[in-house]
């Protein structure tokens, strides 16, 4: 899978949401996604970074995507609905969704554990994700062959020290996963995640700030997992978390 070599036209005539595709992993699949042939929807905080990710795929003679501002910090479940239906209303389909975006909070001693940050975390990775599932479903079971991707993370899968929110989130991730994958069994809709794995972003940079960043693969590299589970040929792959970097 990490050698997968996408068809030029993968996801032609598909509409993809991706989440946090305003930077680093996000932004990399938007753009990945669209010169596929995907109308990219691209929902993120900043609205500048949006745009720059806009004018790339316009720029790369890819589909015109679309523009979702919204700050899943404090969007509520009328907001998700509300999108749900725009999307209903200017595509008439939804045949994937990339739950992306992400934050890592603080990294603390558990007895340190700051239940701001913790709570902002647990919004951010799982809340806002759980909202927004729940909203796209039915539009996601519509489609012929859907697939909805979350991404885990190294610590969503064992407990490391200090990573508290953020590997506690992660562990839920995979959770919400699996349940998905479960109830879809019987739908089009399959349901995977992806973990990374240490990637030259923004994200990993403020985890590791002393590390030798050119060291790490980066975005473009993960890109045949993420085209492969996207596209129709992992059609028959549901309920598994898929190392981008296995060891
Ligand atoms: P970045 O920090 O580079 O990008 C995160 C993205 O999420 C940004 O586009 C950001 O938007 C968006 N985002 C954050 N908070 C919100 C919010 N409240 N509302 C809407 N969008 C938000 O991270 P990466 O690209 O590194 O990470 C992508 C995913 O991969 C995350 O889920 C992360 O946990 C996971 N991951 C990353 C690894 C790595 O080594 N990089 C390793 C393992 C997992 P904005 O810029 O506007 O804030």
Redesign the pocket.
């Known amino acids: 899978m990490q050698d997968y070599q996408a068809p030029q036209h993968l996801l032609k005539n598909r509409v993809i949401l991706v989440?946090?595709?305003?930077?680093?992993?996000?932004?990399q699949a938007a753009l990945t996604y669209a010169n596929h042939g995907a109308t990219v929807i691209l929902?993120?905080?900043?609205v500048k970074?949006l745009e720059q990710t806009y004018d790339m795929i316009v720029e790369a003679g890819a589909p015109e995507p679309a523009i979702v501002p919204?700050?899943?910090?404090g969007a509520t479940e009328q907001n998700y609905s509300d999108m749900a239906t725009t999307i209903d209303e200017q595509f008439g389909r939804l045949d994937g969704v990339l739950h992306?975006?992400?934050?890592?909070g603080v990294l603390s001693p558990f007895e340190q554990i700051d239940l701001e940050s913790w709570d902002k975390v647990l919004k951010?990775?799982v809340t806002a994700q759980m909202m927004m599932t729940k909203a796209l479903l039915p539009q996601l079971k519509k489609a012929e062959d859907a697939a909805l991707i979350f991404?885990?993370?190294?610590v969503g899968k064992k407990g490391r020290a200090y990573w508290g929110s953020y590997s506690v989130s992660?562990f839920a991730t995979e959770g919400m996963m699996e349940i998905l994958a479960d109830e879809m069994s019987n739908t089009s809709v399959r349901v995977n995640a992806i973990?990374?794995?240490?990637?030259r972003?923004?994200?990993?940079a403020s985890a590791y700030p002393a590390e030798d960043a050119s060291k790490l693969k980066t975005?473009l590299d993960l890109m045949p997992v993420y085209l492969y589970l996207m596209g129709p040929e992992s059609k028959e792959v549901r309920g598994q978390s898929i190392d981008a970097q296995p060891k």
């Open positions: 989440t946090g595709a305003g930077d680093g992993i996000g932004r929902l993120g905080k900043t970074k919204l700050d899943m910090l992306n975006a992400g934050m890592l951010v990775n991404t885990s993370s190294g992660k973990n990374p794995g240490a990637t972003t923004g994200m990993r975005p």
